[in-house]
């Protein structure tokens, strides 16, 4: 079936650089993309989203990438703060519903 | 706004007893729940959708008879596992889409609950 998956599972960021978080999706078909940001014991919450007829979206200290051509998503954030620090996942939603597919997970390790 | 708020956050008890957990929207109508199974250190799964005054519709290898969703309302669904085992122990987080936009450019974004840590002795 299709998937989503992460290719770092563990991201060790200095305070004040900036983070990349990679996705890579399988499902062709699908039209939206989320990036999400787990802290422990909550539930997700939502950083920012993407339609697959855009390339790049801005929000505030982050931006998404998309690449549909090799089916790749990338979540920026700049100046990477001690709050940062969490697990991200990106989420993606095919076509047809409303259902989203969740990838693997990267943790974000934020170091002072 | 786009608050969803689940309950009890935490549960611990006995193997065979059965659980009720909450899903609420607080300020918006949420015509569609999700319910998601995650364990530590792990991706969230899906376990079903419903849908207000309709029956869930369960991914594959999920039971139904073993977890049993209500969205009676339109503000509310309840996940009622039961006769829970030890393995049924894990974290289950709900949420609503129907709302408004978080800032996004979906037409539907999901909110997520806080999640629910349910422990099986």
């Known amino acids: 079936g299709e998937s989503v998956g992460l290719h770092l599972p563990t991201l060790s960021v200095q305070e004040g650089d900036n983070s990349i978080i990679n996705c890579a999706y399988s499902?062709?078909?699908?039209?939206?993309f989320i990036w999400y940001k787990q802290e422990s014991g909550k539930g997700p919450q939502f950083i920012i989203d993407i339609r697959s007829n855009m390339d790049k979206r801005q929000g505030q200290r982050v931006t998404v990438l998309l690449n549909k051509t090799v089916k790749h998503l990338s979540l920026q954030i700049a100046a990477t703060q001690p709050g940062d620090s969490a697990v991200y996942f990106c989420?993606?939603?095919?076509?047809?519903?409303?259902?989203?597919?969740f990838g693997g997970g990267t943790r974000v390790l934020v170091k002072p | 706004g786009a608050v969803v708020s689940q309950h009890p956050s935490w549960v611990i008890c006995k193997s065979g007893t059965s659980v009720k957990i909450e899903c609420r929207s607080l300020d918006f109508q949420a015509t569609t729940m999700f319910w998601y199974r995650q364990f530590p250190k792990q991706s969230l799964m899906l376990m079903a959708t419903s849908n207000e005054g309709s029956k869930a519709t369960y991914e594959q290898g999920v039971e139904k008879d073993k977890f049993l969703i209500n969205h009676a309302s339109l503000t509310l669904s309840t996940l009622t596992v039961t006769s829970a085992h030890p393995e049924d122990s894990s974290f289950y987080i709900c949420s609503a889409s129907g709302g408004f936009r978080t800032g996004g450019v979906g037409n539907q974004p999901q909110h997520f609950g806080d999640g629910t840590r349910l422990s099986i002795l």
């Open positions: 989420a993606e939603k095919g076509a047809a519903g409303n259902k989203l597919t």
């Open positions: 499902n062709s078909a699908s039209d939206y």
